[in-house]
């Protein structure tokens, strides 16, 4: 399995759990530290994604996705891939982050 997908799976897993322990708990400050470790894991995923396709990533573009992760990351994708790919991946993004806040709301909901 790929290092990125792993990430992507780690992500996921966690928007789950910080999901079940904001429902449950309701403790302070936990949506800043989710917030740290999401783009966190998005500027890990973006150096990954660009070794694993031979891509040589700018460091100012890194900072960026650290600092923006979803405007980072497309504008990483728009940058290294075009346009026709770059949007595909970009749906693939938003698509992802759509599917995590369901996982993050899910607890919240049944709990």
Excluded at 22 to 48: S, V
């Amino acid at each position: 399995m790929k290092k990125t997908r792993i990430i992507i799976i780690f992500a996921a897993f966690c928007f789950f759990i910080f999901g079940v322990v904001d429902a449950l708990f309701k403790p302070e400050g936990i949506r800043f530290i989710h917030m740290i470790l999401n783009a966190f894991l998005a500027f890990i995923w973006c150096k990954t994604h660009a070794v694993e396709h031979n891509k040589k990533i700018g460091f100012i573009y890194l900072v960026f996705v650290l600092v923006f992760p979803v405007i980072g990351i497309s504008i990483y994708l728009f940058k290294f891939f075009g346009f026709k790919l770059g949007s595909q991946k970009i749906l693939q993004v938003i698509l992802f982050y759509i599917l995590c806040l369901l996982l993050y709301l899910s607890p919240i909901y049944y709990l």
